[in-house]
């Protein structure tokens, strides 16, 4: 039985260690995070006038798949939750009578969970990552297809911003209504963000 040389031993471990090596350089997954540090407007129609409301609270948390020059290769990961009683107008009636909508006391936040997506480059520091989750609002969980525009910046921290329309009445939500149903709020609103997620 021939007995392999140190030098062997070295060389085989070489060769299929190699590769490994390479890819692990090539990219890794890199978790990002931020805390009620956003931008998260929701706007809609009424009978009346336009209105919105707005939010800074929140917590995101991502983890990407960036390459050693920097370049996003991948979207693994993505929660967000904000409180639903942080966004708001600046009618305070109006503000109630949403939160009763959105059946604040017992589902006080908005969550999304990523599923799957997919990034398509724009430039070498911009992308737009398509992403199907699951978003629950006023306790009820839909599929919901989110678009989104992400920015590698120099720091390589990443910038988000995005829009997503929504109808009230996929998650069972009767829309608003002010002075005795004399105003009613429209069934669509948009959801506007923006955000910048660090390491």
């Known amino acids: ?3 392999l040389q140190p030098q062997s031993v070295k060389t085989i471990l070489f060769v299929f260690l190699l590769p490994l090596a390479i ?3 090539i990219a890794q997954p890199c978790k990002y995070h931020t805390k009620d540090d956003l931008s998260l407007v929701v706007s809609g129609t009424s009978t009346l006038h336009d209105w919105k409301m707005k939010t800074s609270k929140g917590e995101v948390n991502a ?3 960036l390459s050693t020059n920097g370049q996003v290769t991948a979207f693994n990961f993505l929660s967000f939750s904000t409180p639903a009683e942080s966004i708001k107008s600046e009618h305070t009636a109006m503000d109630k009578n949403a939160y009763k909508a959105l ?3 017992k589902n006080p936040s908005i969550n999304y969970t990523l599923t799957t997506a997919t990034i398509t480059t724009i430039d070498a520091a911009t ?3 398509k992403g199907v989750g699951k978003l629950t609002i006023a306790g009820i969980t839909k599929d919901a297809e989110l678009v989104a525009t992400c920015k590698v910046n120099a720091d390589k921290s990443i910038s988000v911003s995005g829009t997503k329309k929504i109808s009230m009445k996929d998650f069972n939500i009767d829309p608003p ?6 105003i009613k709020t429209g069934n669509d609103i948009v959801l506007k963000f923006d955000l910048t997620i660090k390491k």
């Open 177 to 182: 209504s002010f002075m005795m149903g004399t």
């Open 103 to 105: 059946k604040t006391d």
């Open 63 to 65: 983890t990407f798949t």
């Open 23 to 25: 890819s692990l350089s």
């Open 1 to 3: 039985m021939k007995v």
């Open 127 to 129: 992308y737009s990552v």
